[in-house]
């Protein structure tokens, strides 16, 4: 005779696969739908098993079908974690490659162990006790492989609490029933695996205990999936996944109310009816949780509390510290709106609350966040341009939330009625613009709310309040974008005059050999420093238009040990003859210093002809003196010059600032450079200067650049 816990089982195991092919007839692409089917296929294949297994009256036969049960159960782990980070997340992929040696390991270590260890499993044959019927002692592995499957048990249930516990509006409206389908069986996989650990054995009458959970589990599901057509539901979750979690406080009272059935069922009923009594007590929770995240439950709690006790709907002190706990860390417009229509659905009750940025040169809204419609479906939305604009116009002009069904506002006189159709596919009832003064920032629409309720001067007023405070919000970070955008120009701008100066500088090497070309051009010598000259300064070009892709308002800098007078001495061969010839070497004998060679060769060569420029047209002997040496535990580079000089008052208020110079071809940023190259060194540039008598430019570096 078939017993009750055979027939609950088979049931179980029936619906489990029939779930599993709908699935993958309805949409067999998507990753997450084939990685459930196989988590379904193999729950349905170790419920068959367990049911073989309770059914055998042998004691070779019970364990040859716990043995079969052992290696199909070795494949879950992988599965349903895969499963439980891949559900209604969007950025699925990247979820899983984080997680793939914790998901490698979910799969090499029991399944090893039943490859490795199989004649460990379990110690001996069956034994029969009067007061529980057959069971199976453990064996070393056994216990082992069943302390893994209980802590991959945990974190599935963590994982799919996160996942129910993010959701908002309609995403958990679709996802609800399957997720507490799978907490229920998971529920009762770990009180059967804590009974497995505690007793090291395995009682297949506890069968019932998981053939329960999964034929409940399974309809929960069947439940769900008619109400989506497909796992793929875009969910933001927190990666928080400890933090004010219930599932680790529900499996500790669990344990602890088996506990005392366990007790009371010895003193009064017999340990025969423990599995009832724990499937009972599971069910009853998943019960509870069903009531706990329903909306329609919370919402009418809240107006019978209202109705009854005179008090208003909402805290309004409470629903503020609410919102400002979770907008005051917001950084970004999309963060800002994603936050804003998760706690408009939690306090108002709406499944679809959208934000939308309004585009008015263009006459289009463009979707920020919302809790039901994604980006592709947002697209879809583009064909509506006519609506779009209506509904742009109205908002511009109304201060207070509208419900667009209702035929007696005072606009809908002077306006068109709005594509029903549009507002059908946005998912739109109620709208309420978000301004910055007078100007329309962006348009907040919410959909349907749970049970149809419509929304009170209360919800009215609260509605008002919340899109105000987004509003400013969003002017803010819109305001902050715009500061940054400016910033980053400048700092574009800045870094292309630096390269723009480089290439005058270049360029003004060139001039000067082309002007010396007619009157030198039979001197050998010179006619190989030319072609010198005109190399090093193509190789300049080049580099300068390959350090273009990396401009950054910060400076960077790459010191390497070295020698500054070798330094010094290619900078100065690289200048023409005649010219080279006025510049006096003072060379020191120095320690290697790390710097880059590449910038601090511009620095000094936009020294040097700084220096040249300001001797033009000198009567006179004119003289360049470039020296090194140390100085106080710092590296000197100078360069000085016999040229006119600077005034007081020039040096005080303009020297080393941007385009401020005192050439009449100049554009003020050479020094400006450099005194940001030599600080990027860590290092320090100084001044000497007399009207009449020249300048000193003093560059001083660290002998050790301190990070």
């Given amino acids: 005779m078939i017993s009750y816990t055979l027939l609950i089982a088979l049931a179980a195991a029936l619906l489990s696969l029939l779930i599993a092919a709908f699935i993958l007839y309805r949409d067999p692409h998507p990753l997450v739908h084939k990685i459930f089917s196989a988590g379904m296929v193999v729950l349905a294949l170790e419920t068959f098993f367990s049911g073989m297994s309770a059914m055998a009256a042998e004691p070779l036969d019970i364990l040859t079908w716990q043995e079969r049960r052992f290696w199909v159960a070795s494949l879950a782990p992988l599965l349903w974690l895969a499963f439980g980070l891949s559900y209604a997340r969007s950025d699925y992929r990247a979820i899983l490659m984080r997680w793939k040696w914790p998901l490698a390991a979910a799969l090499i270590l029991p399944l090893g162990i039943c490859i490795g260890f199989r004649d460990d499993l379990f110690e001996g044959l069956p034994v029969w006790l009067p007061e529980t019927g057959w069971v199976i002692p453990l064996g070393r592995w056994g216990y082992y492989f069943s302390l893994i499957q209980l802590v991959a048990c945990i974190v599935i249930l963590l994982d799919l609490e996160k996942t129910l ?21 998971f529920g009762a996989r770990t009180f059967t695996l804590s009974q497995n650990i505690l007793y090291r054995s395995v009682n297949p009458e506890l069968t019932l205990v998981n053939s329960g959970a999964l034929l409940f589990g399974g309809l929960l599901i069947l439940r769900s999936l008619f109400r989506t057509r497909f796992f793929g539901a875009e969910l933001y979750v927190s990666q928080n996944v400890l933090y004010n979690s219930l599932v680790l406080l529900i499996i500790g009272v669990y344990f602890i109310a088996v506990s005392l059935l366990a007790k009371l069922s010895l003193r009064w009923a017999g340990i025969h009816v423990l599995p009832l009594l724990s499937l009972f007590l599971l069910l009853a929770l998943v019960g509870l949780a069903v009531l706990i995240f329903s909306d329609r439950l919370r919402r009418k709690t809240k107006l019978f509390i209202s109705r009854n006790f005179h008090r208003p709907v909402y805290d309004y002190r409470k629903e503020w510290g609410r919102f400002t706990e979770a907008t005051t860390s917001v950084k970004n417009v999309q963060d800002l709106c994603r936050v804003v229509t998760q706690l408009v659905s939690d306090i108002l009750h709406f499944l679809n609350v959208s934000i939308w940025q309004v585009d008015e040169s263009r006459g289009r809204l463009k979707l920020c966040a919302s809790t039901a419609m994604t980006a592709q479906e947002a697209e879809g939305l583009r064909a509506f341009e006519s609506p779009q604009k209506e509904l742009i116009e109205l908002m511009s002009r109304e201060k207070d939330p509208v419900d667009l069904n209702s035929p007696t506002q005072s606009w809908s006189i002077n306006l068109p009625e709005i594509d029903k159709g549009f507002l059908e596919k946005a998912g739109i009832r109620y709208a309420v613009a978000l301004r910055a003064g007078e100007e ?32 400013a919000g969003l002017n803010q970070l819109r305001l902050a974008e715009q500061v940054q955008q400016t910033r980053e120009m400048e700092a574009f701008q800045t870094m292309s005059a630096f390269f723009i100066h480089d290439l005058k500088n270049v360029a003004s090497r060139l001039s000067l050999s082309m002007q010396n070309l007619p009157i030198h051009f039979d001197n050998p010598e010179f006619r190989q420093d030319l072609l010198k000259t005109i190399g090093q300064s193509l190789e300049k070009i080049n580099h300068l238009c390959g350090r273009l892709s990396a401009l950054r308002e910060k400076l960077e800098v790459r010191p390497v040990p070295g020698d500054l007078n070798r330094l010094v001495e290619k900078v100065i061969d690289g200048f023409e003859k005649p010219f080279k010839e006025m510049i006096v070497k003072d060379l020191k004998r120095l320690p290697e210093v790390p710097f880059d060679a590449e910038q601090i060769s511009n620095v000094l060569t936009n020294l ?100």
């Fill in 440 to 471: 329309l920032i962006g348009i907040m629409t919410l959909g349907q709310r749970v049970a149809d309720d419509l929304l009170n001067l209360e919800d009215f007023d609260l509605l008002k309040t919340i899109a105000d405070q987004t509003a």
């Fill in 608 to 707: 040097i002809l700084n220096a040249r420029e300001a001797l033009a047209g000198k009567e006179g002997p004119a003289e360049i003196r470039v020296g090194t040496g140390l100085r106080n535990g710092w590296v000197e580079l100078y360069v000085a010059d016999n040229g006119p000089g600077m005034t007081r008052e020039f040096m005080d208020r303009s020297l080393f600032l941007p385009f401020k110079t005192t050439k009449k071809q100049g554009m003020g940023i050479g020094l400006f450079q450099c005194k940001m190259i030599v600080e990027a060194h860590r290092g320090r540039i100084e001044v000497e200067s007399e009207e009449g008598k020249g300048s000193t430019f003093r560059i001083l570096l660290p002998i050790e650049i301190r990070r």
């Fill in 165 to 185: 516990r993010g959701s908002r509006g309609i995403m958990r409206w679709q996802i609800k029933f399957t997720v507490l389908g799978l907490l229920a069986f």
